[in-house]
């Protein structure tokens, strides 16, 4: 019994796992982030080009 605990406590590949998934989770939040921030920038940009486009139809 002893040997079993003294193996589960030397025993890293829990660990690493868990480090594994905290990296991916937070390499998907920056990314998330990031395709955020851009959607709202090119959405910026299509109203601007659209409401360019309607007044110089206009004139």
């Given at each position: 019994m002893k040997n079993l605990v003294m193996r589960f406590v030397k025993d890293e590949e829990g660990a690493t796992a868990i480090e594994y998934g905290l990296i991916a989770a937070l390499i998907a939040v920056g990314i998330i982030t990031a395709a955020t921030t851009l959607g709202d920038q090119l959405s910026?940009?299509?109203?601007y080009i659209s409401s360019e486009l309607a007044s110089a139809s206009v004139k």
């Open positions: 910026a940009t299509f109203d």
